[in-house]
């Protein structure tokens, strides 16, 4: 198939539906939601990129990528399935204006092209490790910050887990699992075989298998688990190598058991990694237990802007991450993109959890304010300060100076034991009392965390509390998930599409509502405005003479004409169509 560049003009059809609709439906339409999500969205949709996936001067031209990956979109953003979404397609009017569909009997794509495109994506992701709809979205927030000059300078970061729609499964029953996986690809004679050691397990499901296991037969299960997996691992790894069923067989034993020179001996729980295969239908998928409870998928990390001045915030940055990734670990890979999409970032806001010593040193390279909220540990009743100084620190109290060296391990600080006694803090103090001072231990991870308690104290009292709003864009991502909390996808590539999909659509969703506001605002001065100088007029025409009087009464037919046409269009609030 061939690359096309598609018309990002929306070209109406004299015999299309639009013309034959009513004029007030006209009006309504290109009022609509739907209409600015065409202009504001699909039309912007640079189709350059996806130049990788066709073929440059063979086959039959593809079909408007536009729509496509605007069918994504709005799918995401009204939190259709994708049934939903054709059936919108077909018989929704606005949903075809949204994707630019402009005649009845015009197709935009039909289920096969749709899911085509969605594998040339993920073919492209796995060859290159590049997500083309991030460059749609970081596309797009460009435009939009631009279009509404919304700063950059600030901003704020959170994440969430993003759970898989996947089983969770046991140790015996993912081990049953792979074997009746692995069964269904052997040819006919492997099967025959092998038949007696596949026989008690492909008799039913593994979840039947495992209902009549009693807890204490699991390590004997376990153990015989082992042995099977041994013998056909030895003996269809020549034949079935390069087989995905057997490639995840593999993982599984090798995570699962050990092999020693003896025999095949079980792997304790302890020492089975997180990164371990959680579903044969999720190889992606890695474990976290976080505030005790299980979790089993990715971590998705956003950034938007939060500069107290901007009218309207929009998400900069978003991010699929194993969930086994601490979110420090994760935001140090992204400040430098972050800084590359908004040079302007001085100043980015976290939680406790983002605080590290990697973390702080990127920023500090980038010449970013590291302002971090919920700060882990508690604070001292009496203040110990430190400050870095060539390569060694000063240490101070509010009475005196330390002397400073470095030990074996950390740093110490001793303070004069007779300033100490006289000190009538000396009881609440941090430090150690020794023979000839008393010691305070630090290192540089204590210099650091000190550091992130001074940057919160140095910025305005107002900007201190501009972080909890990310946690409600959180929600406008999790908010959909099913009652389990789960994504209804797997896989990180399904995930990432989620995700940039998601985020383009709560950033659409947000300047709509943003315009709306401000043509309410608009409207309204227009008729505080209108009603001030009807009312000055009533005043000034009983003293006035009638030269004025005359230009007065200009003036308010003028402003009353277009009172009127306000309350002819139903809405006083509403003077001026609703066309951006």
């Known amino acids: 198939m061939s690359f096309k560049e598609s018309t990002p003009d929306m070209q109406m059809t004299l015999t299309g539906y639009y013309y034959q609709l009513p004029e007030r439906k006209r009006k309504k339409m290109d009022n609509s939601k739907e209409a600015s999500f065409h202009r504001n969205v699909v039309a912007r949709i640079d189709e350059e990129p996806f130049k990788a996936l066709y073929c440059q001067d063979n086959g039959a031209p593809n079909k408007p990528i536009r729509q496509m990956v605007g069918g994504y979109i709005l799918m995401h953003h009204k939190n259709w ?108 004679p492997d099967k025959k075989r092998f038949a007696e050691l596949f026989g008690p397990y492909v008799k039913d499901d593994a979840a039947h298998y495992i209902y009549n296991i009693q807890q204490s037969d699991v390590p004997n299960e376990l153990d015989q688990l082992g042995q099977v997996y041994s013998q056909l691992y030895e003996a269809l790894k020549g034949r079935y190598g390069d087989v995905e069923v057997f490639r995840l067989f593999q993982r599984i034993f090798e995570e699962q058991f050990v092999q020693t020179e003896e025999k095949i001996q079980v792997r304790k729980s302890e020492d089975i990694p997180s990164d371990s295969l959680q579903s044969p239908d999720d190889p992606d998928a890695t474990y976290r237990r976080k505030n005790g409870k299980k979790y089993r998928g990715q971590v998705v990390s956003v950034t938007e802007t939060a500069t107290p001045s901007n009218e309207v915030n929009l998400l900069t940055d978003v991010v699929v991450a194993p969930n086994n990734k601490d979110d420090a670990e994760i935001h140090k890979d992204r400040v430098e993109k972050i800084k590359e ?227 002819g269009r139903g809405s006083a609030t509403r003077p001026f169509s609703l066309n951006f």
């Not at 729609?165 to 015996?172: A, E, G, H, Q």
């Not at 405005?529 to 009807?534: A, E, M, N, Q």
């Not at 003293?543 to 037919?557: E, I, Q």
């Open 341 to 567: 999409k908004t040079p302007e970032l001085n100043e980015n806001h976290t939680d406790g959890g983002y605080g590290s010593e990697d973390v702080d040193n990127e920023m500090k390279d980038k010449e970013v304010r590291h302002v971090v909220t919920g700060i882990r540990g508690r604070r001292s009743e009496v203040e110990i300060d430190i400050e870095e100084k060539d390569e060694t620190y000063c240490v101070s109290c509010p009475k005196q100076t330390a002397k400073v060296r470095k030990a074996r391990k950390r740093w110490k600080a001793s303070f004069d034991l007779d300033i100490c006694r006289e000190c009538c803090l000396s009881e609440a103090c941090s430090t150690k009392l020794q023979k000839s001072c008393r010691a305070y231990y630090f290192t540089h991870e204590n210099y650091l965390a000190q550091q992130r308690w001074k940057n919160l104290q140095k910025i305005p009292e107002n900007r201190r509390k501009i972080r909890p709003n990310v946690e409600a864009t959180v929600k406008e991502f999790s908010g959909t998930f099913n009652h389990k909390g789960k994504l209804p996808y797997r896989g990180r590539f399904r995930t990432e599409v989620y995700a940039f999909c998601k985020a383009i659509g709560i950033n659409f969703g947000r300047v709509v509502r943003h315009k709306k506001r401000k043509i309410r605002e608009e409207a309204a001065k227009k008729q505080e405005l209108s009603s001030f100088i009807v009312s000055a007029h009533q005043k000034m025409t009983k003293f006035a003479f009638w030269p004025l009087r005359k230009f007065t009464d200009r003036v308010k037919m003028c402003f009353v004409s277009i009172s009127d046409q306000n309350k």
């Open 81 to 188: 399935s994708t049934r939903e979404l054709f059936d919108h397609m077909e018989f929704n009017l606005l949903t075809m204006r949204a994707l630019g569909i402009v005649d009845y009997d015009q197709s935009a794509f039909c289920r096969a092209t749709y899911f085509n495109f969605l594998g040339r994506l993920a073919d492209h992701y796995v060859e290159t490790g590049e997500n083309l709809l991030e460059q749609v979205f970081d596309h797009l927030t460009a435009k939009q910050m631009q279009e509404l000059g919304i700063k950059g300078d600030i901003q704020r970061t959170d994440s969430f887990q993003a759970i898989s729609n996947i089983v969770s499964y046991t140790r015996v029953r993912l081990l049953v699992e792979m074997l009746l996986r692995l069964h269904r690809v052997l040819s006919e």
